[in-house]
């Protein structure tokens, strides 16, 4: 397990609350979340439908912002800013993993991994030199020229995760990413976690399999939109 900084935490959440107005109807998603993530924590987030895990992951990765509250992302305050700044912090400092992989279809999997890097000044030359070197290190640089549909589901979610790495983020949040595989290749896809994680990277995965989460060096339970347990 990498250890964990001291001092100020690569993420902070004071009182995060979020409250979606359906119609007439409130729902409070998120009752008061205090939460701290240290630099190179591999931390899992569990709970069942409905407990808020999702918005949590989506305020922390600048999809969304709280109805109230204080977000941190390596020492910036984020709650308050508009959506072209959040934009601009999430092609900086997250990577994102899904379940359903993401992938552009029309685009082969080099492409697929130098989209992020599109938004940043590098040379294209040197956008392509590091995606094949991101595949390489997923274990896919001979299917570089490869679209989505060529690849098998463990091989479409290796390049989600080269495309998290591309702009070498403070944070790769992953929602679900071995929902859509097979045991066997699921076991691939935290594999290479690990290794991330060896690397000094900080996971915030979400999950509801248990042994996706017991990967992590951390589990932090949510029930009804609060933090009720720490493992």
Known sequence: ????????????????????????????????????????????????????????????????????????????????????????????????????????????????????????????HERRIRALALLERVGLKDRADHRPTELSGGEAQRVAIARALANNPAVILADEPTGNLDTRTGQEILSLFRELHREGRTLIVVTHDPEVAQEAERIIYLRDGRIVEHL
Do not use: W
């Open 1 to 124: 397990m990498a250890s964990t900084t001291q001092g100020r935490p690569l993420i902070e959440t004071q009182g995060l609350v979020k409250i979606y107005q359906m119609g007439t109807v409130e729902v409070h998603a998120l009752r008061g979340v205090d939460l701290r993530i240290e630099e190179g924590e591999y931390v899992a987030i569990m709970g069942p439908s409905g407990s808020g895990k999702s918005t949590l992951m989506h305020i922390l990765g600048c999809l969304d912002r709280p109805t109230r509250g204080i977000y941190r992302l390596d020492g910036k305050e984020i709650q308050s800013l508009n959506e072209n700044q959040r934009a601009e912090i999430r092609k900086s400092k997250v990577g994102f993993v899904f379940q359903n992989f993401n992938l552009l279809p029309r685009l082969t999997a080099v492409e697929n991994v130098e989209l992020p890097m599109t938004y940043t000044r590098l040379h294209p």
